[in-house]
């Protein structure tokens, strides 16, 4: 018995096929400029079949980037404006290591005091008692609000203080945070602090969990990655901002992949773009220029 016309349009179906071809051949690209470069390009996985009678609904396409999320200490912040922060918490070794070099600098100038100060009698010794408090509670008071949150030993491991939402942190928190280093002391040796940093995946110790703080490494700028010097080129069809994204980044990364790895990934589009293997690096070029605007 002849089975009955399904009412799905051919343009719709053309469609469908169109957008599973693309996600077969731009899909390997973006997965594989994720791996690691001498690591063996994914395997693709085109449909085996596709069914045309189908609900009027949009047809699901399998995503290859269905996959666990990697470890990452990575700490999100949306802003008001609705923009993310990534920002990239301190582990305790760093944060150890900036405090000891803070302790260091702290021990210098209080001897340096003492030393002034004890050729004044009396009178240097209760002057250099309330300087003692002054150096060992305000030191790092202020310079984490002065100084963008960074402190001598901070800057130098390349670290600051911030609030949770990634904002500069002020004179309250910066208090709070810094008078409760008593607590985080107990019994010894920041045994509590140390405990309660490795146990939050913030690595907060007791003070910022009060404070609301936030030890993250300082972004430094980059320079961003030139493109390969070529004539600018049209897309031949439409591409979704993934994909045009993995374009992009391939252009980007040309100089820190080899020349066997670059026509390895450039040939997985030389069949949609139309050209050979060896004119395919040098297309997927044209094209990630006029993606950014670049002449």
């Not at 693309?22 to 791996?35: D, E, Q, V, Y």
């Not at 928190?173 to 913030?202: E, I, K, Q």
């Not at 020349?259 to 390895?264: D, G, I, K, Q």
Request: glycine letters at 8%.
């Amino acid at each position: 018995m002849r089975q009955p016309i399904c009412p799905l349009s051919i343009g719709y179906a053309n469609d469908i096929l169109q957008r599973s071809r693309h996600f077969a051949i731009i899909t390997p690209l973006r997965l594989a400029l994720r791996s690691d470069d001498s690591g063996a390009l994914p395997q693709r996985h085109l449909p085996h079949s596709i069914d045309l009678c189908l609900p009027q609904t949009t047809l699901p396409l399998p995503s290859a980037l269905d996959r666990p999320s990697l470890l990452d200490n990575s700490h999100r912040v949306e802003t008001p404006e609705g923009i993310d922060l990534l920002l990239r918490p301190a582990g305790l070794v760093p944060r150890a290591l900036a405090f000891a070099i803070d302790l260091a600098i702290r021990a210098a100038i209080l001897v340096a005091l003492f030393i002034i100060l004890g050729m004044l009698g009396n009178f240097g010794i209760g002057l250099g008692t309330l300087l003692l408090f002054l150096v060992q509670w305000w030191y790092m008071v202020l310079f984490e609000v002065l100084n963008q949150g960074r402190t001598p030993g901070k800057y130098w491991l390349g670290l600051r203080v911030v609030h949770d939402d990634g904002t500069p942190v002020g004179w309250t928190s910066s208090l709070t945070r810094n008078l409760l280093r008593f607590v985080d002391m107990l019994p010894f040796g920041y045994f509590l602090g140390a405990l309660s940093c490795l146990g939050h995946p913030a690595f907060k110790r007791l003070g910022d969990l009060a404070a609301g703080t936030l030890v993250v490494y300082r972004e430094r700028p980059q320079a961003r990655p030139t493109l390969p010097e070529v004539e600018a080129a049209k897309l031949p069809f439409a591409l979704s901002l993934d994909e045009q994204r993995a374009l992009i980044a391939f252009s980007e990364r040309h100089a820190s992949l080899s020349a066997e790895r670059r026509l390895e990934l450039a040939s997985i589009l030389a069949e949609p773009l139309a050209v050979t293997g060896e004119n395919a690096e040098a297309k997927i070029h044209g094209i990630a220029r006029s993606l950014v605007g670049a002449p």
